[in-house]
């Protein structure tokens, strides 16, 4: 009967330069059960630079270090941990005996029976031996963790499906009527409040005609108020393209309506990549003074 510990990655040949390690798992469509075992392997110091090998080709996974959930074969010293074969039929309690769960395991079970206890003590900057450790291998439990993995990966699909994608639309028709909420054509406006529009407007500007790089977009909150937010430079930028002006930045109310001389405003942020106004009239006055006072605007190349 194998045991909790962890077997050491077999030996094979390896270049002058040492190649990562390479785990290796099925291509296609993919699972959280191959994904939560390539996860949890890489938290391993053996297996963090590892490079994940996604095919079905045998002679491929042979050349690997490490195979999870496929190739038809359960073999903890050679590391290969599938588990679609038919004879196929471990639960953690018939590999570790006194432990209760009788669940087939999934490729992911496997990994966290076999390097459980060795990734808990990495993460807990103890040993094996300790305690803690056993407990927390109790406590944790591979179903909790692939519960963890799973409801995260729906609520991530959710957010794709039920926002970004949706949002593509948004951001398509405020960019098909920019020019009429402002001449410009360099400020557009989220009719429908405030979306995930970043990444669909880097993607959708490039094909305006003519070129041009959308500075602003304004949007309600969801307390109703309106928003002037810059577009920065790059996706992930914290530099605008052209961001608020500096004599606004961190003021608000009535200072920053004096400072601005539009009645109304809310706040400008200490950047300067987003301000607030209680109408939508002022947020377009807020960007177009902006768009006043500039020096340069980058063009679309």
């Known amino acids: 009967m194998l045991g909790l510990e962890s077997v050491p990655p077999p030996k094979r040949p390896r270049s002058k330069l040492m190649a990562s390690p390479r785990i290796g798992t099925h291509n296609g469509t993919f699972h959280c059960d191959e994904a939560l075992a390539c996860a949890l392997?890489?938290?391993?110091?053996?297996?963090?630079?590892?490079?994940?090998?996604?095919?079905?080709?045998?002679?491929?996974?042979?050349?690997?270090?490490?195979?999870?959930?496929?190739?038809?074969?359960?073999?903890?010293?050679?590391?290969?941990?599938?588990?679609?074969?038919?004879?196929?039929?471990?639960?953690?309690?018939?590999?570790?005996p006194g432990k209760p769960w009788q669940t087939k395991l999934s490729s992911a079970g496997l990994i966290y029976l076999h390097f459980g206890h060795k990734l808990l003590a990495q993460l807990l900057g103890t040993s094996e031996e300790d305690s803690m450790v056993g407990t927390l291998y109790d406590k944790a439990g591979f179903k909790r963790a692939m519960d963890l993995v799973q409801e995260e990966f729906l609520q991530r699909l959710d957010f794709y499906q039920h926002s970004?994608?949706?949002?593509?639309?948004?951001?398509?028709?405020?960019l098909a009527q920019r020019f009429q909420v402002d001449p410009s054509g360099e400020i557009v406006e989220l009719a429908k409040g405030g979306c995930p529009w970043k990444e669909h407007l880097y993607h959708l500007e490039s094909g305006l005609s003519p070129p041009v790089a959308i500075i602003f977009v304004i949007y309600t909150d969801q307390a109703g108020q309106w928003r002037v937010q810059c577009v920065p430079k790059?996706?992930?930028?914290?530099?605008?393209?052209?961001?608020?002006?500096?004599?606004?930045?961190?003021?608000?109310?009535?200072?920053?309506?004096?400072?601005?001389?539009?009645?109304?405003?809310?706040?400008?942020?200490?950047?300067?990549?987003?301000?607030?106004?209680?109408?939508?009239?002022?947020?377009?006055?807020?960007?177009r003074a902006t768009l006043a006072q500039r020096s340069y605007l980058p063009q679309m190349s």
């Open 41 to 96: 392997l890489r938290l391993l110091p053996e297996y963090r630079d590892a490079e994940i090998v996604r095919t079905r080709d045998p002679e491929k996974l042979a050349s690997c270090d490490i195979v999870v959930d496929v190739g038809g074969e359960y073999d903890p010293r050679r590391h290969r941990y599938d588990h679609h074969q038919r004879s196929f039929t471990e639960t953690m309690s018939s590999l570790s």
């Open 234 to 287: 790059e996706p992930h930028s914290f530099q605008s393209r052209l961001p608020l002006p500096e004599p606004w930045r961190g003021l608000r109310d009535e200072a920053l309506d004096q400072v601005s001389g539009i009645p109304g405003c809310i706040f400008v942020h200490a950047s300067g990549f987003i301000g607030g106004h209680r109408t939508r009239e002022g947020a377009l006055n807020m960007a």
């Open 164 to 174: 970004w994608l949706p949002a593509r639309a948004l951001v398509e028709e405020a």
